[in-house]
T-cell receptor, first 114, second 112 residues
Framework: AQSVTQLGSHVSVSEGALVLLRCNYS??????LFWYVQYPNQGLQLLLK??????LVKGINGFEAEFKKSETSFHLTKPSAHMSDAAEYFC????????????FGKGTRLSVIA | KAGVTQTPRYLIKTRGQQVTLSCSPI?????VSWYQQTPGQGLQFLFE???????NKGNFPGRFSGRQFSNSRSEMNVSTLELGDSALYLC???????????FGPGTRLTVL
């Protein structure tokens, strides 16, 4: 069975500092991986996805993530945090075939301090 | 294209009542998935419908049910509500589940 672990339920960074949100997955074969963002009182919005193409994936709002098979990781980064980045971030994994549902991590709340 | 819409956005019910939530997917999307989001359990998969058939089901009691109509709109029903059913219920639609899902804003259910 696939699973996702997000290290750190809450991360706090200063405005302008590097954002690093950690995600490790468990899967018997390389999966598809996703990062979603959720702002208060809203649904989830896709930030970026890895679907077996380039291992460094660029997403919206300046975020990017790197798929590292050897480390079973898919960490999310942004060089310079902005106040508007404060939100909850979810990592998710899916199989590369079939119709099994996405499996989400518990989420990481990002706070940005002025 | 219009996004995923969910109605109502907020709902207050009392224990023992039942509730029906509605989801309209993006035009052309035949897959609709439902999730329950709570602070303690995070995002938990409820079920997925594709072309009016339930294709996947999460680990929830039979009080939680759903259906999908021929126009791909979906409803979920929770009977005999319990306090623990208070949550944000999210609907997501997709062409192919494993590639990308588009989420609606959710329905906030409060059970008193």
């Amino acid at each position: 069975a696939q699973s996702v672990t997000q290290l750190g339920s809450h991360v706090s960074v200063s405005e302008g500092a590097l954002v690093l949100l950690r995600c490790n997955y468990s899967s018997s074969v390389p999966p598809y991986l996703f990062w979603y963002v959720q702002y208060p009182n809203q649904g989830l919005q896709l930030l970026l996805k890895y679907t077996s193409a380039a291992t460094l994936v660029k997403g919206i709002n300046g975020f990017e993530a790197e798929f590292k098979k050897s480390e079973t990781s898919f960490h999310l980064t942004k060089p310079s945090a902005h106040m508007s980045d404060a939100a909850e971030y979810f990592c998710a994994v899916s199989a590369t075939s079939g119709n099994t549902p996405l499996v989400f991590g518990k989420g990481t709340r990002l706070s940005v301090i002025a | 294209k219009a996004g995923v819409t969910q109605t109502p956005r907020y709902l207050i019910k009392t224990r023992g009542q039942q509730v029906t939530l509605s989801c309209s997917p993006i035009s052309g999307h035949r897959s609709v998935s439902w999730y329950q989001q709570t602070p303690g359990q995070g995002l938990q998969f409820l079920f997925e419908y594709f072309s009016e058939t339930q294709r996947n089901k999460g680990n929830f009691p039979g009080r939680f049910s759903g259906r999908q109509f021929s126009n791909s709109r979906s409803e979920m029903n929770v009977s005999t509500l319990e306090l623990g059913d208070s949550a944000l219920y999210l609907c997501a639609s997709s062409e192919v589940v494993r590639v990308e899902q588009f989420f609606g804003p959710g329905t906030r259910l409060t059970v008193l």
